[in-house]
């Protein structure tokens, strides 16, 4: 359980760039002194740097994390969660499938028998995912490739985009916070997903409960434009407010 928790700490840290002693505590669920002692160790063995009641990175750790690591967290939640996101595409659909660890798996979760889907991406790995569905016409992006993430972003990936209107996108992202909205870590990345949700009828957001309540860099979408929130069963409680502007919350 501690292992498992001190994990989560780095893997935070990592998703958000620095954060506080308050604020892995609420994120955590757990008290600021168990929040300190497990800083504590991590520091000592070189995992994060502290400095005036924050925590980051050490220097050599804060480069982005390839998709593969991305994956490898949580991943049994992932699942579940693109699984339930997988079961709304209905034969006939257009959606947008956004990039990340998460809409990954509601690509390999989509089934073979939909017919007359179209899906558009901006992922390059869920395309090739997307290869075994024969009812399944994918449409890349284009654009300039973000090699650690295999995701396609400008110049060009905007233009394709601003031609389709889909049913629905399957969002990926860094924080779900009621008053700033859906967020994402990469500025880049962020004005491709901004697009897609104003190009798309409704906006599924994929996210496992570590993203709720946090902000992250970039702003992609105000919560009220966003028409289900699937999360994971340790989401026992969003926040209130979250629940208040996202009518249909699901936890998996």
Partial sequence: MIEGRRSEIVALVRQHGELSVTELSGLLGVSEVTVRSDLNAL????????????????????????????????????????????ALVRSGDTVFLDVGSTTSEVARALSPSLQDVTVVTNGLNIALLLERLPGVRVIVTGGTLRPLQHSLVSPYALDVLRHIHADRLFLGCNGVH???????????????????????????????????????????????????????????????????????????
């Fill in 178 to 252: 009621a008053a700033s909205g859906v967020t994402n870590a990469n500025h880049e990345e962020a004005e491709v997903k901004r697009l897609m949700a104003e190009q798309a009828r409704e906006v599924v957001v994929v996210a496992d409960h570590r993203k709720l309540g946090v902000v992250s860099r970039a702003f992609i979408t105000p919560l009220e434009r966003v028409t289900t929130l699937i999360t994971d069963r340790a989401a026992t409680a969003p926040p209130p407010d979250v629940l208040a502007l996202v009518k249909d919350v699901r936890a998996v």
């Fill in 43 to 86: 520091a000592q063995a070189g995992h994060v740097r502290r400095t005036r009641g924050r925590v980051s990175l050490p220097l050599d750790l804060r480069r982005e994390a390839p998709l593969e690591t991305s994956m490898r967290e949580f991943a049994a939640a992932k699942r579940r969660i693109g699984q339930a996101a997988a």
